[in-house]
Structures are given as C-alpha cells and as structure tokens.
C-alpha cells in the first residue's frame, strides 16, 4: 500500500514560487508513475504533471507548461513540483497520486489509484 503525503503548499504572491514535496512510504516509489493533481473549487481535478518511474519522462499541462518542473529524488523516495511564476489561476488543492504503470503518459486522475491527503496552493495579492 502506498501511502502519500504532500508538502510545501502556503499563501504565495502572484509571480511568485512554491516547491511541493510529495514524500512515499511502504513502497519504493522509483516503480511507480507519479502525477501532481491540483482541485479547484467547483472544478474536477486536473492533470498538472507527471512523471515517469524513472524520472526520464514528464508530461505536464499547456496551463503549466515552462512555470512548473517535476522532478524526484527516489533515493528519499520523494517527488516534488516546483512552481515558478504563479497565477491566481493555479489557485487549488494539489494532490500527488502513485500508479504501477504507464500512467504518467496520459496524466489522467482515474488512472491513479493511491493519493495523498493534498496540500492547499493560494496565489493572492
């Protein structure tokens, strides 16, 4: 069983940069595609990145793309997305999900099955 646990969301300017840490135990997380999700009020959960077991393969978002880097460490069996010029629009819950297989290709949250508890990301002046 994976269990989850995300880091590192606050209360950010516009412009401004967050690092989330997706931290992993029970498992060795270097076997397992994972995506950050991110759950705005009122709007289902999007795909904002995901990568790859090995971390050699990323996708991320047209909404993200060239602000937001996935990356991980799986020798701390962590994944972290660092958030660079951030928009009121990234405003959200974001979550980080572990799935055994290709998942990462696709980004999609129903093919995600074990999830951490979210982490609150608010862009406000």
């Known amino acids: 069983q994976v269990q989850l646990v995300e880091s ?4 950010v300017q516009p412009g401004g940069s967050l690092r989330l840490s997706c931290a992993a135990s029970g498992v060795r997380l270097d076997y397992y595609s994972i995506g950050w999700f991110r759950q ?9 990145s995901c990568v790859s077991g090995g971390g050699y ?28 010029n951030l928009k009121p629009e990234d405003t959200a819950v974001y979550y ?30």
């Not at 590192?8 to 209360?11: A, E, I, R, T, W």
């Not at 705005?40 to 904002?48: N, R, S, T």
């Not at 993200?64 to 799986?74: A, E, L, P, Q, W």
């Not at 995600?112 to 979210?118: E, I, K």
Request: hydrophobic share 30%.
């Open 96 to 125: 980080c999900a572990a799935d055994r297989g290709s998942s990462w290709l696709a980004c999609l949250p129903r093919d995600f099955a074990s999830w951490g508890q979210g982490t609150q990301v608010t862009v406000s002046s």
């Open 40 to 48: 705005a009020p009122g709007k289902e959960h999007e795909g904002v």
């Open 8 to 11: 590192g969301g606050g209360l």
């Open 57 to 84: 393969s990323t996708y991320y978002s047209d909404s993200v793309k060239g602000r937001f880097t996935i990356s991980r460490d799986n020798a701390k069996n962590t994944v972290y997305l660092t958030m660079n």
